[in-house]
């Protein structure tokens, strides 16, 4: 997709195209932009982009913080993905629930390595959360992992009736 699509360059000077290359999977794509010139003949120009296949798993099947108290943020948790080609995957995080933070968002998975991702959570409410993480895999499958958390407020009580501290004086 060319960015701008549609411009006026003036006679004698140019303008520079940004053309970028969405591939959807491990594919050669190929694409002809065409420049139409009012008053004159049109150019062409042949553009083709290739992806080397991806294949990454996630080594859990599911991040579950179980009872987080409102208000705390939620020991880290680490979702690990494993890159089970020789070739590097590059990869950007999605995900919808305000809740939780993810670190990093974007980045690479050498060949035959694991990446880990550290995910927390805090809510200022209470709120039973099933979410997903969506991790983009650029030239493989989308790879999604459920989250589960219990937000709750804190059940806090003194257990004794009354404390007796004896015969205390105060002063001298």
Do not use: W
């Amino acid at each position: 997709m060319p960015k701008p699509v549609s411009d006026e360059v003036p006679a004698g000077s140019s303008l520079k195209v940004d053309v970028v290359f969405n591939p959807n999977g491990p594919k050669t794509d190929e694409e002809v932009l065409f420049l139409k010139i009012q008053d004159g003949e049109s150019e062409e120009l042949k553009c083709s982009g290739q992806v080397t296949e991806a294949k990454c798993i996630f080594l859990e099947k599911q991040l579950d913080f179980g009872n987080v108290h409102v208000g705390l943020q939620a020991k880290d948790r680490t979702v690990h993905i494993k890159n089970q080609l020789r070739t590097p995957a590059i990869f950007h995080v999605q995900c919808d629930a305000k809740e939780l933070q993810i670190f990093p968002l974007k980045g690479k998975i050498q060949g035959d390595s694991k990446f880990a991702f550290k995910v927390s959570f805090i809510s200022n409410q209470v709120k039973s959360l099933k979410s997903e993480i969506v991790v983009n895999i650029r030239g493989g499958k989308p790879l999604r992992i459920p989250v589960l958390v219990n937000s709750i407020v804190p059940e806090i009580y003194i257990e004794e009736k009354a404390i007796d501290f004896g015969g205390i004086t105060f002063g001298d």
